[in-house]
């Protein structure tokens, strides 16, 4: 009996030349295709992709042949490779399915290609396809009997008529090969600004590497002077001391010589030791020999000195890298400095804020560990402190902010949400966060918000929800007030340059009775 293989042809076709698979080789991530077909599309690329599912791989991968799929594709050339033969509209499969094949429910006479329900919807939705007709799923479109100019003869179905000249059919061709081209280039393009990126990554490692090791040898050649004057000061102290220790080795000598005498006198009589007596008294020198011995030369002030210019460099340093943030464009700045976009990129930075009650108006309630702030209509004895703001409603953080930070505020009524300086005034018209250059503060109201810095009052054209999240990028000189929401939503970003460390502020207006807890 005729051995009879059933199976989908499809089963056993290269994806990339549809054609029954030869020497066929299997990627990492199953799929399988002709090795020359997958060798082809791999050429002048960095990326290397499967065809099918697009998945990536790197390095590119060793194909190597599939021997069982290479003898089930030689045994069915063999045995003959039996496909269904579909007669009516039933058993006409979709072209389009790369897996499991499914019936179709339309043919289209203009692609000439016949589509299941799901890939024929672009056909039905998208204004490319409004002039392509669709018929009744057609076993074989390309055997209708129709002439070459379109028109068919009296004894076909009438869905023939939909048929377009090769001349029509040509036009939207054209159209479809220009789209593709322009993909094509879009694609190069994106290639060559990859390859770019890659060529500047490497120049950036350079670069960087060039400035460590300059950086390095000035520093080595300050250590190396430092060290110099040191050692240079060692030695002019060494022959200080080696010849005061010269000069007392010479006295001893005059001393014991002097005691050996009197030794000797002590044997004679009294009158011989009453004209020798002058002996017996040292000399002025000799009694200031304690003096000089303890005069002490260290070291300690030139480790104070070094320690106050290592200090100075710092801030010189810190100073040069704001200038040089402040000269880039808002588009290099902000990729340099990778602002997070999502909540969950700023919950990363996020900072646990306290409010200091040295700092709290009188009229100021704080509870919940000192995370949430009461308007109160009456004020509270309170001690009096320097620090404590007396003419507004305002209270700041007892953290001090000098890095990458984040924190959110929540809030009813009418507040202002601020990042000051330690140092601003505590009482008086310039103590009010905004008023005054040491302060930036985000005025939050039901209807709209604005910012202020300076005394300069700029009205915000979006609303503010109920939580306001504060980002906080001290060294590169950035901060932002969001609307938190669904999404994050800018309200206003400052470019600056910060010269102290920050701390949060908060203050509710005088009519307001306002409660708001301060939240990571």
Partial sequence: MERRVDLQRECFTCSICLDILDEPVTLHCGHSFCKTCVEGSWNDKNIYKCPHCRKTFSPRPVLQKNIMLAEIVEELKKTGLHTADPSCAGDVACESCTERMQEVLKSCMMCLVSYCDRHL???????????????????????TDC?????????????????????????????LDLIRQRIQQ????????????????????????????????????????????????????????????????????????????????????????????????????TLNTRARVHHHCGFEEVAAVVSASKVKLQDFMRDQWTKISLMLTPDQRLLSEDE?????????????????????????FLSEGKRKLTNMRNGQSTHHHPDRFTDFLQVLSKESLTSRCYWEVEWTGEVEVAVT?????????GSRFGFNDKSWSLCCFNSGCSFTHNSIITELSNVPSSRIGVYL???????SFYRVYKTMTLLHRVRTRFTQPLHAGVSVWFQSTSEFPILN
């Fill in 121 to 143: 919807q672009p056909h039905l939705e998208e204004p490319t396809f409004r002039r392509h007709s669709l018929v009744h799923a057609h076993k074989q479109l390309q055997e």
């Fill in 340 to 364: 997070p976009k999502t909540r969950a990129e700023f919950l990363k930075y996020s900072q646990d804020i306290t409010l200091d009650p040295n700092t709290a108006s009188s009229r100021l």
């Fill in 147 to 175: 002439c070459h100019d379109g028109v068919c003869t009296e004894d076909q179905p009438k869905e023939h008529n939909a048929v377009l000249s090769a001349e029509e059919r040509r036009e939207p061709e054209k159209e």
């Fill in 186 to 285: 879009r694609i190069q393009v994106t290639y060559d600004d990859a390859k770019l990126l890659q060529s500047e990554e490497k120049e950036i490692a350079v670069s960087a590497d060039r400035a460590v090791r300059d950086s390095q040898k000035i520093l080595n050649h300050l250590f190396h002077s430092v060290e110099q004057q040191i050692r240079a000061r060692q030695q002019i102290e060494a022959r200080r001391v080696r010849g005061l220790q010269e000069q007392l080795e010479q006295e001893i000598a005059e001393l014991e010589m002097k005691d050996f005498q009197l030794h000797h006198l002590s044997y004679l009589d009294s009158y011989t030791i009453l004209q020798n007596l002058p002996l017996s008294e040292p000399n002025e020198e």
């Fill in 473 to 479: 990028d001290h060294y590169a000189g950035l901060l």
């Fill in 421 to 429: 300086y330690r140092n601003i005034s505590r009482s008086a018209a």
